[in-house]
């Protein structure tokens, strides 16, 4: 199985439309053998500072993805289900494919981390805006 997390801050925008456009593509592409993908998406705590920390929480935890977000998708194919939550540690040990929306989310999951924990990872060159 392949598994590919999406990660973003909050997760009710970014990363629940890309968790909701691999499913597609998945599904259109795999067909049977899509359920040899496990995709899903979550997020770095919403801004709170202490969300991976031992009794840490989400700013948007168990939230549905924004209602913008969801109505763009669905014009456009895609749906999506998921409930906001943060990533955890089980997540990192166990996603064959973690992808941050952002270079600051990227971050953040990399101080989440285990301490002293050796994981292999793979940088792209960061798309800027001009």
Known sequence: MVS??????GNICRSPAGE???KGIVAKKAGADASSFHIDSCGTGGGNPNWYGAGGWSYHEGDAA???M???AKKRGYVMTSRSRPLNQQDIDEFDYIICMEDKNKAAVLEARRPGAVYRAETSPSRRSP
Request: charged share 25%.
């Open 20 to 22: 909701a456009v691999l």
């Open 4 to 9: 590919v997390l999406f990660v973003c801050l």
């Open 70 to 72: 969801t109505k763009e």
């Open 66 to 68: 924004d209602s913008r």
